[in-house]
């Protein structure tokens, strides 16, 4: 169990909150603590309102001295000119985690700038108090209760993602808390969500400490838009990357997104150069895309993902136009086609129909072998130690052929094996744990292709078996490009181990 001071302060065991009412969709204190409460919170729940005496349910309180006990983390959302006060009351009262939900404090700019940051500040450091914020949206912990399934939640929106061993601290708290909105992404959940704010006392350096040594993060992502310690956290993210992938996003470089930051959260311009050249150096994965982002977060975090050894590329596909396709993409990404070595092209000319092409890509048109398009020749290439990576297109399923097969009318003169015909309803458990298994055995990343899109019941099967499943073929070869630079990285460091 990690002893850095953020693991309590995501544990609470009791809360106190400024700033909610019984008026639904009127307040954001008000849905915060709808959502805590939702989210099957165990802990107590003391509600400070001067006027109240019950607040959604339970027993409020005139201020925080009236509260019988110490809360363990007090959530504060009310006007910034009334926060300096509240800090002081709870300082006297012994708090020492605080999350600051309210705005207006750094991020006003021109004649509307004010010294409350710094006023909170010098309370927070006078009584020993940690807070997250302002100006963010709290945090979510679905690994409060590691032994069963209830989770910490005060940001989230909609239906809560599982728990997994994702966490992301982000400088938007709406990035950290509506990333599991896509329903093409069913299978990404995260563990630990983190809306940082404006980062007046606890900031992003806290959270990437924390993240190195925490046994339920295995993967990090981070929305940056400045590092107030660049120094600190060039060298944490050295100690972290030869272990846990760090994906950034960063939201300046260019004058309009820097003119953005600054009315956002009052930050510094960001130097794209110099921040490019600090990823460059740290190992950090970085995209300027949510769609590639979440692309690269989804596939290390499959379990047991198999870090490609090198970045050569070999395609099956059951059509000549994606497999031109993928090629052409890979190519332009810095990924490899290689052409196959000629003993390799002979084992695949002696299988294949006359019709087909077997040089890389692998185009088995006209040939509708489903075995040698899932198991076989995706083999073949592993074993053959010529590529690093698979791509499989026209992972389509047996929807089809399931009809055809109960269809009265024609069901009687198909000729098929009995034993496919008997298990044509289960042919995924054929099918994708051979692959998979041997994806594992040889250290290939294996990628499906289902033209019928992720959410189709096929691509259920396959994600049901930790299979990798996209609809298209752009997105998996940018995200790969980006993961087999950093897997090159990191295999720098595991040569050093040995």
């Not at 490019?276 to 995209?287: F, P, R, S, V, Y």
């Amino acid at each position: 169990m990690s002893n850095h001071f953020l693991h309590d302060f995501l544990r609470p065991k009791s809360i106190a909150i400024y700033g909610a009412n019984n008026t639904f969709g009127t307040t954001m204190g008000t849905m915060l603590l709808l959502r805590v409460i939702n989210s099957n919170f165990k802990g107590k729940i003391f509600p400070i309102h001067l006027r109240l005496d019950i607040v959604l349910g339970y027993k409020a309180y005139k201020k925080i001295s009236d509260v019988t006990e110490i809360p363990d983390l007090v959530i504060i959302v009310l006007p910034p000119k009334v926060v300096p006060q509240v800090l002081k009351e709870c300082g006297e009262k012994g708090i020492k985690k605080i999350v600051l939900i309210s705005g207006g404090f750094r991020e006003l700019i021109g004649d509307r700038t004010n010294a409350l940051t710094e006023e909170i500040i010098e309370i927070a450091n006078f009584y020993g108090i940690r807070f997250t914020g302002p100006n963010c949206l709290g945090f979510y912990n679905g690994w409060i209760y590691p032994d069963y399934d209830g989770k910490f939640n005060m940001m989230m929106w909609g239906e809560q993602p599982k728990r997994s061993k994702f966490s992301i601290a982000s400088q938007s708290g709406t990035l950290a808390s509506q990333l599991w909105l896509d329903p093409e992404y069913p299978d990404f959940n995260t563990g630990k969500s983190i809306s940082l704010g404006n980062e007046a006392n606890i900031d992003l350096v806290d959270f990437l400490e924390y993240f190195k040594d925490d046994d339920e993060t295995e993967v990090i992502g981070l929305y940056i838009e400045e590092i107030k310690r660049g120094k600190q956290f060039i060298q944490l993210a050295k100690e972290i990357t030869p272990n846990k992938p760090i994906i950034t996003i960063y939201g300046g470089g260019s004058e309009a997104g820097n003119r953005a930051i600054k009315s956002h959260t009052g930050s510094i311009e960001g130097n794209i150069k110099i921040f490019d050249a600090m990823i460059k150096e740290t190992g950090i994965i970085k995209t300027d895309y949510i769609e590639e982002f979440l692309d690269i977060s989804s596939m290390l975090l499959t379990p047991n993902f198999p870090y490609p050894k090198g970045n050569r590329i070999g395609i099956v596909t059951f059509s000549g136009g994606p497999g031109a396709l993928i090629a052409n993409n890979a190519e332009r990404k810095g990924l490899i086609v290689p052409e196959f070595s000629e003993s390799l092209q002979t084992k695949f000319k002696s299988i294949l129909p006359h019709t087909a092409s077997w040089s890389n890509p692998i185009d088995i048109t006209f040939d509708m072998n489903i075995f040698n398009l899932y198991i076989n020749f995706p083999k073949m290439l592993m074993k053959s130690g010529e590529i690093d990576i698979v791509i499989i297109y026209g992972a389509m399923g047996f929807g089809s052929l399931e009809s055809e097969q109960q269809n009265t009318q024609i069901s009687q003169y198909i000729e098929m094996n009995e034993d496919m015909r008997e298990r044509m309803g289960e042919m995924d458990n054929f099918l994708i744990p051979p692959i998979i298994k041997a994806s594992h055995k040889y250290s290939v990343p294996v990628i499906y292709i289902n033209p019928q899109s992720y959410a189709n019941e096929w691509s259920k099967k396959i994600r049901g078996h930790g299979g990798i499943v996209f609809q298209f073929w752009d997105r998996p070869v940018n995200a790969l490009a980006k993961i087999c630079e950093y897997a090159k990285y990191r295999s720098k460091f595991n040569k050093k181990k040995v």
